[in-house]
């Protein structure tokens, strides 16, 4: 397990060298919250298992020249069989392994990332870090404070800014995608339900609020309320594959 500064001290090295070589790579997940959300992860405190980023397909030759060069052996294997869509090494620095998803962010909801890499952040933007945890169907303890820690540091917003986060994108992908809003919605209550009998989370717990104020009263499509009458009978997310281990691990 990795502590916040040894993780981003290996990674932001990386994502500036992607920077000046103009390969589009992000740094994504729980570690992507703990370079955002600094002092929010503070508070909410925890390790990291490894590094995840999120790529380009016309970056990925750039990307696995950066890797070779940081000294991460790739899972040939694996790679040549999945490489459209994700890429997995080992880190032989931090002794760990790296996961790099191509192009789309699939896992029990999609996410269209193609077209959010071009933020000058060294991580997606802070929306869809939250959207990247909320799809979560079986929602750890790790991904509510990750939440916690983005919402402790960033209000909610009509653009994702230094301070805030777009509140008017999450409100309008959740209005035409029943299965991802029902996940969502999900979630608050086990976020609030996390942090409700703390002392010092009023500031997340508003915000967290006034985001779904804002989800539900966001018009839904016909598409939604069609899917919507269904319910829960019908399964609304997708199994997402179980990780796998880098051939060095």
């Not at 490489?83 to 998803?101: K, M, P, Q, S, W």
């Amino acid at each position: 397990m990795l502590d916040r500064e040894t993780a981003l001290g290996r990674a932001i090295p990386i994502l500036e060298k992607a920077r000046k070589e103009n390969v589009n790579l992000k740094l994504i997940g729980g570690l992507a919250i703990a370079c955002m959300a600094r002092e929010g992860s503070k508070k909410f405190r925890r390790e990291y298992k490894d590094l995840d980023f999120f790529g380009l397909n016309s970056s990925k030759k750039g990307i696995t020249e950066i890797f070779k060069e940081s000294d991460m052996k790739p899972n040939t294997t694996f790679n040549a069989l999945h490489g459209a869509t994700r890429l997995i090494y080992f880190d032989n620095e931090l002794r760990c392994n790296v996961d790099v998803l191509i192009d789309e962010f699939k896992m029990c909801h999609a996410i269209n990332l193609k077209d959010r890499m071009l933020s000058s952040y060294y991580t997606i933007p802070p929306s869809d870090l939250l959207l990247t945890k909320m799809q979560t169907v079986k929602i750890t303890e790790n991904d509510l404070k990750d939440v916690a820690a983005l919402l402790s540091d960033f209000g909610i917003g009509k653009l994702d800014t230094e301070g805030e986060l777009d509140g008017c994108r999450i409100a309008r992908l959740l209005s035409e995608d029943w299965g991802f809003y029902t996940t969502f919605e999900h979630n608050v209550r086990q976020l609030l339900t996390y942090i409700g009998s703390r002392s010092d989370c009023e500031v997340p717990i508003c915000r967290i609020k006034a985001l779904w104020d804002m989800i539900e009263s966001a018009p839904k499509s016909f598409k939604w309320k069609m899917r919507a009458k269904v319910g829960e009978k019908v399964k609304w997310y997708e199994e997402p594959e179980e990780s796998h281990s880098s051939e060095s691990s």
